[in-house]
């Protein structure tokens, strides 16, 4: 499986934007999205079972963030909304096939697209 990810950039506190991440190669089942602020660890922020059903937010962004996915582009996305300043960080794609389990700890994930920054102006 290769992913890559896009739709990062610059954005005003409390706007909104979507990041895609198009997957090629083998099929998976589950697919999440990361990510990692500059002197921190890469932390959850969703995910969501492929073939649709059970969806896991971070706390942080739960409410104001959406995963989906589009079957026949192969495409996941994170929608994020009244974004903040502390959004800031590099995100990441992943993705995983050994079962339906929503992980939350990226070592559980074994495929990784190369990030995209987004950068929240306050």
């Known amino acids: 499986v290769q992913l890559q990810a896009s739709g990062g950039g610059l954005v005003q506190a409390g706007g909104s934007l979507r990041l895609s991440c198009v997957a090629s190669g083998r099929a998976f089942s589950v697919y999440a999205w990361f990510r990692q602020a500059p002197g921190k660890e890469r932390e959850f922020v969703a995910a969501?079972?492929?073939?649709?059903?059970?969806?896991n937010y971070a706390d942080s962004v739960k409410g104001r963030s959406t995963i989906s996915r589009d079957n026949r582009n192969n495409t996941m996305y994170l929608k994020m909304s009244s974004l903040k300043p502390d959004d800031t960080a590099v995100y990441y794609c992943a993705a995983h096939n050994r079962n339906n389990t929503l992980y939350r700890r990226a070592t559980e994930y074994t495929y990784w697209g190369q990030g995209t920054q987004v950068t929240v102006s306050s």
């Open positions: 969501s079972i492929w073939r649709g059903g059970r969806t």
